[in-house]
């Protein structure tokens, strides 16, 4: 069995397999689509833009094309 909690309402979900939870991991359609909304309206957003590491190589060719 495969416990989890909602992390829209917090409710705690019980299921036999995750194939039995298609919402997972939230607990309805409902807390899903509020999440999405969430995102959409600015809620929710990354703080930083994520810096890629760059090898050596890479760098010499984005000098190049500079």
Known sequence: MLTYRCPTCGKTVRVQAKED?????FCSR?????????????????????????NAEEEQVRDRLD
């Open 30 to 54: 409902r807390c899903r689509m509020i999440d999405l909304h969430k995102w959409f309206e600015g809620e929710y957003r990354i703080s930083e833009p994520l810096e890629i590491p760059v």
């Open 21 to 25: 939870a298609p919402n997972r991991p």
